[in-house]
């Protein structure tokens, strides 16, 4: 994804954001329909997410497209968890909150991504900035459920 955008192949950046977006809700939907899947799971899954989208951020940042203090908060805040997640016996499953956030964060990157060839440039520039606004409350919804599952360790292990 990352050679792709720096290649200003958007197509196929957005492409690559859509297809693992979408085979991480398929792995999360099977491993549910099959018995909940393993602590490896809970473990591995975080840790895919979380590549998948620090790689366009990071991206968004150097384009100066996202501020980039904003996303190294959000990149703390991943690394936070995860060494807490490293932590716990279960592999420290997602909150429902962590679920939105990941879910709502993957919204703003596709709409901050959206290809210049897809529309007019009004309707690109339009939901460009739609993505912008969802980068906030992914962002807040980032940090309060961080908060959560700090409030949680002492009553998990």
Known sequence: MLLALSADAQVVAWLLLLLGG???AADGWLARRSGGGSVWGARLDPLTDKILISAPLLWLAAAQR???????LLLARELLISGWR???DSGGPASRSGKAKTILQFAALLLLLWPAGWGSEAAVQGLRQ?????F???LLLALSSAL???RAAPHQR
Do not use: E, M
Not at 66 to 72: G, H, M, R, Y
Not at 130 to 134: D, E, R
């Open 22 to 24: 979408l085979s991480d």
């Open 66 to 72: 996202l501020p980039l203090w904003a996303v190294w």
């Open 86 to 88: 490293a932590g716990q």
């Open 130 to 134: 739609l993505g912008y606004g969802l």
């Open 136 to 138: 906030w409350p992914s």
């Open 148 to 150: 959560g599952y700090l």
